[in-house]
């Protein structure tokens, strides 16, 4: 019962691409976020939605910018890649604002 | 702002042993802490928070707000509690419509539970 699923399991971009990630939730939440996680830094917020159409920088968005066109749907754009972008990027989303709920994530490696 | 800090990134014990994942913040505000687990290949999960006040599979935390803690502890480690563990704290933050709660997570401690 996947609740929160994010397109690619990995993906391999060039530097320089325009890099889609994409989120879909089933759960009729409002709220979704998306963060990368690095080793010993843990998660790190890049944005975050309360409702559809609306958007809020997290701690860490630059080089990034965000899609909000559906409720069930929250789309990360790496406008252009670079190599410090590698990472695993995280999905989630809440009812509330806790209990999150993640999905699988995405390990992307720019080159 | 606010601020989650584990001081360990790696953490082994043996089968049996107890053990303790340390976790403290930083909010002047009124605090609410998780703790979420990683298993290999797993995503992402809640393992407890502390307004429940609840024991899930053997990990109990206690909010501890002189010491500004939310410390982990199972008395007893089992081989299959090998994973990596996130404190969490939901503080409020302001948007552009006003203010919401959201999670700052901590960097994370790596647990190896040894036969």
Redesign the interface.
């Known amino acids: 019962d996947v609740k929160v699923t994010q397109s690619s399991r990995y993906l391999v971009k060039r530097t320089g691409e325009k890099v889609f990630l994409e989120c879909v939730q089933d759960m009729d939440h409002e709220n979704m976020?998306w963060?990368r996680q690095d080793p010993?830094?843990?998660?790190?917020?890049i944005y975050?939605s309360?409702d559809v159409k609306?958007k809020?920088k997290g701690d860490i968005p630059e080089g990034y910018s965000v899609s909000r066109e559906k409720k069930e749907r929250f789309s990360l754009i790496l406008e252009s890649a670079s190599t410090n972008q590698t990472s695993m990027y995280?999905c989630?989303s809440s009812l509330?604002?806790?209990?999150?709920t993640?999905?699988?994530?995405t390990r992307l490696t720019v080159v | 702002a606010q601020r989650?800090t584990?001081p360990e990134?790696l953490l082994s014990v043996f089968k049996g042993a107890p053990v303790e994942l340390k976790c403290n913040y930083s909010y002047s505000g009124s605090p609410?802490l998780?703790w979420y687990v990683q298993y290999s290949r797993?995503?992402?999960?809640?393992l407890l928070?502390h307004i429940s006040r609840e024991s899930i599979k053997g990990f109990t935390a206690d909010l501890n707000k002189g010491e500004t803690s939310f410390h982990l502890k199972k008395p007893f480690a089992q081989e299959e509690d090998s994973a990596m563990y996130?404190c969490a704290l939901?503080a409020s933050r302001q948007?552009?419509?006003g203010s919401?709660?959201?999670?700052?997570?901590?960097?994370?401690t790596q647990l190896t539970v040894l036969p």
């Open positions: 976020f963060y010993g830094l843990g998660l790190r917020l975050f309360y609306m809020e995280l989630a509330a604002n806790y209990g999150y993640f999905g699988s994530g | 989650v584990q990134k609410e998780f797993q995503r992402l999960q809640l928070r996130y939901s948007i552009s419509s919401a709660r959201q999670l700052t997570f901590g960097s994370g």
